[in-house]
T-cell receptor, first 112, second 117 residues
Framework: GENVEQHPSTLSVQEGDSAVIKCTYS??????FPWYKQELGKGPQLIIDIRSNVGEKKDQRIAVTLNKTAKHFSLHITETQPEDSAVYFC???????????FGSGTRLQVQP | NAGVTQTPKFQVLKTGQSMTLQCAQD?????MSWYRQDPGMGLRLIHY???????DQGEVPNGYNVSRSTTEDFPLRLLSAAPSQTSVYFCASSYSMTGGTPNNEQFFGPGTRLTVL
């Protein structure tokens, strides 16, 4: 089955700095890679996703890159703000096996 | 739309008790699933359903049962609760297809925090 590893487990940055979270996956059949943000006491919320036919995707201050050959993908947050503080999860799935396999999460702390 | 709703928000059980965690969605999604979240382990799939009347096991199905009699509802049953089932449980749903393309975008409910003593 699929295995997703996520690093780092915690990340502290100053407001305005950039944050990068990295994930690797094992199953070459995976072709959908979402990123979820989870605030305390809430369910995961999709913030951006990328499919395997695309190398990069941006949405305002958030971007995701995918390297299919190396089987890794990354989340980039620029100009971080205190409200970006949360736990971020990467995940992988395929069109055949729709269930998401999650990474272990990164706790991002943005210091004002 | 209310989205994905889950009840109860919190529950405490004694070992051996049974209970049902409720999940409902009003988006007419075909695909629904249950995950559990434990510290440092991300979310792990328990059971999933691709439509009414169809269910299958995920990564950690032991001790749990599901059924899908309607498109809207996907309850999760704990048959005989054990302390190892102390966790936060999330239900998620998605369309199977969008515009002729398989759709994997899943929407999560707010979760049920379960403690088994």
């Amino acid at each position: 089955g699929e295995n997703v590893e996520q690093h780092p487990s915690t990340l502290s940055v100053q407001e305005g700095d950039s944050a990068v979270i990295k994930c690797t996956y094992s199953d070459s059949a995976s072709n959908y890679f979402p990123w979820y943000k989870q605030e305390l006491g809430k369910g995961p919320q999709l913030i951006i996703d990328i499919r395997s036919n695309v190398g990069e995707k941006k949405d305002q201050r958030i971007a995701v890159t995918l390297n299919k050959t190396a089987k890794h993908f990354s989340l980039h947050i620029t100009e971080t703000q205190p409200e970006d503080s949360a736990v971020y999860f990467c995940a992988a799935s395929s069109f055949v096996w729709r269930a998401l396999t999650f990474g272990s999460g990164t706790r991002l702390q943005v210091q004002p | 739309n209310a989205g994905v709703t889950q009840t109860p928000k919190f529950q405490v059980l004694k070992t051996g008790q049974s209970m049902t965690l409720q999940c409902a969605q009003d988006m007419n999604h075909e695909y629904m699933s249950w995950y559990r979240q434990d510290p440092g382990m991300g979310l792990r799939l328990i059971h999933y359903s691709v439509g009414a009347g169809i269910t299958d096991q995920g990564e950690v199905p032991n001790g749990y049962n599901v059924s899908r009699s309607t498109t809207e509802d996907f309850p999760l049953r704990l048959l005989s609760a054990a302390p190892s089932q102390t966790s936060v449980y999330f239900c998620a749903s998605s369309y199977s297809m969008t515009g002729g393309t398989p759709n994997n975008e899943q929407f999560f409910g707010p979760g049920t925090r379960l403690t088994v003593l």
